[in-house]
């Protein structure tokens, strides 16, 4: 699993600026999330990671055996107007992997998201639960070192919220590292071992989750946690 050491990132768009000197120390094991306010800089900050944006100024450290392999699962999955398969087929691309290589490892991640049946089914009649759990599948049939996950339950009722949980538990389980933006507190202590607090583009505290959780130190964290905040989030990114 890789370990992931952010530095004074910065980060502004249209004069907004999002990320202000952020720092912060990830571990390689198991589940970590971030976790503040509307604005905090929380997806900014997994999109940094991933590679999607480029800070201003700062540096982006992970640190493994080798390459890593990263996946992202956003908040509204951006799926292809093809099958399940042919979506889950396509991240493998990358991977130069023969035809009916890149096919069988397909079908096999979508039988573990309990996608199997669906193979066939275009990607956008599948109903919201299942479109996550087909981005879930995508990013697990590349075996990532590392899975980025952006609110991936927010929109979901709680059953399909409870199927998405227990895969990307599952996932950390198999030896991805995880880091995950929420806003569901109940979601973060069932989930994560150690949590992020940003508050104005910056990591204010971290801390094992339920030692965090039950005893901030932070005033922006007891803020955010008793659903008082006394500063002005931004509007550009969360």
Same mark, same amino acid.
Do not use: C
């Given at each position: 699993?890789?370990?992931?050491e952010?530095?004074?990132?910065v980060?502004?768009?249209?004069?907004?600026?999002?990320l202000d000197?952020?720092?912060?120390?990830?571990?390689?094991?198991?589940?970590?999330a971030?976790?503040?306010?509307?604005?905090?800089?929380?997806?900014?900050?997994?999109?940094?990671?991933?590679?999607?944006?480029?800070?201003?100024?700062?540096?982006?450290?992970?640190?493994?055996e080798?390459?890593?392999r990263?996946a992202? !699962?956003?908040?509204?999955? &951006?799926?292809?107007?093809?099958? +399940?398969?042919?979506? =889950?087929? @396509? %991240?493998?691309t990358?991977?130069?992997?023969?035809?009916?290589?890149?096919a069988?490892?397909?079908?096999?991640?979508?039988?573990?998201?309990?996608?199997?049946?669906r193979?066939a089914?275009?990607?956008?009649?599948?109903?919201?639960?299942?479109?996550?759990?087909?981005?879930?599948?995508?990013?697990?049939?590349?075996?990532?070192?590392?899975?980025?996950?952006?609110?991936?339950?927010?929109?979901?009722?709680?059953?399909?919220?409870?199927?998405?949980?227990?895969?990307?538990?599952?996932?950390?389980?198999?030896?991805?590292?995880?880091?995950l !933006?929420?806003?569901?507190? &109940?979601?973060v202590?069932r989930? +994560?071992?150690?949590? =992020?607090v @940003? %508050?104005?583009?910056?990591a204010?505290?971290?801390g094992?989750?339920?030692a965090l959780?039950?005893?901030?130190?932070?005033?922006?964290t007891r803020?955010?946690?008793?659903?008082?905040?006394?500063?002005?989030?931004?509007?550009?990114?969360?």
């Open positions: 699993m890789p370990a992931i952010l530095r004074d990132l980060l502004s768009r249209n004069g907004v600026t999002i000197g952020l720092s912060a120390q990830i571990p390689a094991a198991g589940i970590t971030l976790i503040g306010p509307n604005g905090a800089g929380k997806s900014a900050t997994l999109r940094v990671i991933d590679g999607l944006l480029a800070p201003d100024a700062g540096s982006v450290r992970i640190v493994g080798g390459p890593v990263r992202f !699962v956003f908040q509204r999955p &951006a799926l292809l107007r093809a099958s +399940a398969l042919a979506n =889950v087929a @396509l %991240a493998l990358p991977l130069a992997l023969s035809r009916d290589e890149r069988r490892r397909a079908q096999a991640a979508l039988a573990r998201v309990g996608l199997g049946d193979a089914a275009p990607a956008t009649r599948l109903s919201g639960g299942e479109q996550q759990r087909l981005a879930l599948a995508r990013a697990w049939a590349v075996e990532p070192d590392l899975l980025l996950a952006d609110e991936p339950t927010a929109n979901l009722d709680p059953g399909a919220t409870e199927l998405v949980e227990g895969l990307i538990a599952e996932i950390a389980r198999q030896g991805t590292k995880v880091v !933006v929420s806003h569901n507190l &109940a979601q202590t989930l +994560a071992v150690d949590v =992020v @940003l %508050a104005r583009g910056r204010v505290e971290q094992p989750t339920r959780l039950t005893s901030p130190r932070a005033p922006e803020a955010y946690i008793t659903g008082e905040l006394p500063w002005t989030s931004f509007a550009a990114a969360s």
